[in-house]
T-cell receptor, first 113, second 113 residues
Framework: AQTVTQSQPEMSVQEAETVTLSCTYDTSENNYYLFWYKQPPSRQMILVIRQEAYKQQNATENRFSVNFQKAAKSFSLKISDSQLGDTAMYFCAFRVTGNQFYFGTGTSLTVIP | EAGVAQSPRYKIIEKRQSVAFWCNPISGHATLYWYQQILGQGPKLLIQFQNNGVVDDSQLPKDRFSAERLKGVDSTLKIQPAKLEDSAVYLC???????????FGEGSWLTVV
């Protein structure tokens, strides 16, 4: 069975600082994709970053980067230079090609001015 | 490029009534998903379509929920009769193929009273 675990229900960070959100997953598959989605109060899920498991290089998107540790089945999200607009729920998601997405329970991030 | 469109955005109904949600995916996206997100939880897949065929509906409560995707484009999710525990946001999402990133609509908020 595929599972995604986010062990930090809530986190906060000072504006302009860096924060890391944790995510672990469990799977016996070798080829899969990992995602971080952001969900602001409007509840629309917005893709933040995506990582293919076959790629060793960590994905980066502007202020967002991941630390992908395949052996440890860990996929953390680092947000640099945090901005007030980063305040949202963040969901880690996992997908084996052709199959459904599995979402974690989310981490509520608050950026403090 | 237009995103995933959903309507209505908000709906309040009494228990035992029925409700229908509509989704128009991104143009050209063959795969369409309906997720249920209860407050404080991650999204849960209800049903996944590939074109107009059902790929996965294992978590769809078929005694009260139904969904269709006629002509492989728009989709409708129906709940009849609604229960209090159906109060949630219903997210529609689409992807080019079953292996790609999924893109979400803004969601349809349902409150059952």
């Amino acid at each position: 069975a595929q599972t995604v675990t986010q062990s930090q229900p809530e986190m906060s960070v000072q504006e302009a600082e860096t924060v890391t959100l944790s995510c672990t997953y469990d799977t016996s598959e070798n080829n899969y994709y990992l995602f971080w989605y952001k969900q602001p109060p409007s509840r629309q899920m917005i893709l933040v970053i995506r990582q293919e498991a076959y790629k060793q290089q960590n994905a980066t998107e502007n202020r967002f980067s991941v630390n992908f540790q395949k052996a440890a089945k860990s996929f953390s999200l680092k947000i640099s230079d945090s901005q007030l607009g980063d305040t949202a729920m963040y969901f880690c998601a996992f997908r084996v090609t052709g199959n459904q997405f599995y979402f974690g329970t989310g981490t509520s991030l608050t950026v403090i001015p | 490029e237009a995103g995933v469109a959903q309507s209505p955005r908000y709906k309040i109904i009494e228990k035992r009534q029925s409700v229908a949600f509509w989704c128009n995916p991104i143009s050209g996206h063959a795969t369409l998903y309906w997720y249920q997100q209860i407050l404080g939880q991650g999204p849960k897949l209800l049903i996944q379509f590939q074109n107009n065929g059902v790929v996965d509906d294992s978590q769809l409560p078929k005694d009260r929920f139904s969904a269709e995707r006629l002509k492989g484009v728009d989709s409708t999710l129906k709940i009849q009769p609604a229960k209090l525990e159906d109060s949630a946001v219903y997210l529609c999402a689409s992807s080019l193929t079953a292996g790609n990133t999924i893109y979400f609509g803004e969601g349809s908020w349902l409150t059952v009273v």
